[in-house]
Each structure stands twice: as structure tokens, then as C-alpha cells.
């Protein structure tokens, strides 16, 4: 079973921050963060936090194991558009658009085996 993570509302142009994803599609999540520490583009750090947070996920709430975590999906989608001006010349306006992005990440790995507490194996030890 896959793990999610989404960063909904990152105020950067959708098409710059796919050129990132596409960078980690499909690797390591260890490696997926050290490509992008190295990566000299303003979306690294919002593709980096999402999957930094798809990873806390499947640790903390899956139980998988970090080490053997894989990208199975990124995707990038946009988001709403915020409707500005921009001055010009001869007391006009020019309308443009904040564009803003939807990141979704997958992962996937191997998960941990499950410890029982230590009261259940009292229990079992006594039959």
C-alpha cells in the first residue's frame, strides 16, 4: 500500500516545479533528497518537503521502513490562479495570474514487522 503526502497551494508556476519532479521520478527517497539538495532551482525545496513528509508518514503512520522507501508516483497539478495588475505605461493595467501547484508524492517500501507488547507475551509464555 502506498503512503501520500500533498503540498496544495505552493505558489510557484506549476510547469517550473514538474521539471523537478520529473528529476526524482521513480528513485530512492534517499537519493530523491540528495539530488535535490543539490539542485539549484527554487522548487527543490518544496519537492523536498513533500517528500520528506511522505517518508515521516510512512514511518510514523505505516510503519514502513525509511531505508527501503521508493517514489512510486509525483505528480504535479495546478492550483488556483490569484488574479493581479500590473501597472503600465499611460495610466493602464495589465492583468496577470499568480499561478500556484498541487504536489502529490507516493511512496512505497518494505514495511516493519510488528512487535507485540510485553503484557500479550506474558500471556502467551503462561500457556
Known amino acids: 500500500m502506498a503512503v501520500k503526502a500533498l503540498a496544495k ?16 521520478r521513480g528513485r530512492s527517497v534517499a537519493d530523491a533528497l540528495t539530488i535535490l539538495e543539490h539542485t539549484p532551482r527554487r522548487s527543490a525545496l518544496a519537492v523536498s518537503k513533500v517528500i520528506a513528509s511522505a517518508r515521516a508518514n510512512a514511518d510514523h503512520n505505516h510503519n514502513y521502513k525509511p531505508d527501503t522507501l521508493q517514489i512510486v508516483e509525483i505528480t504535479v497539478t495546478p492550483g488556483p490562479r490569484l488574479k493581479r495588475f500590473r501597472p503600465a505605461s499611460h495610466g493602464r493595467a495589465l492583468p496577470f495570474q499568480r499561478k500556484t501547484s498541487h504536489i502529490t508524492v507516493l511512496v512505497d517500501g518494505e514495511q516493519r514487522v510488528a512487535k507485540k507488547p510485553a503484557a500479550a507475551k506474558k500471556e502467551e509464555e503462561a500457556k
Open 9 to 24: 497551494g505552493v505558489q510557484m508556476s506549476p510547469r517550473k516545479v514538474a521539471v523537478v519532479a520529473s528529476l526524482v
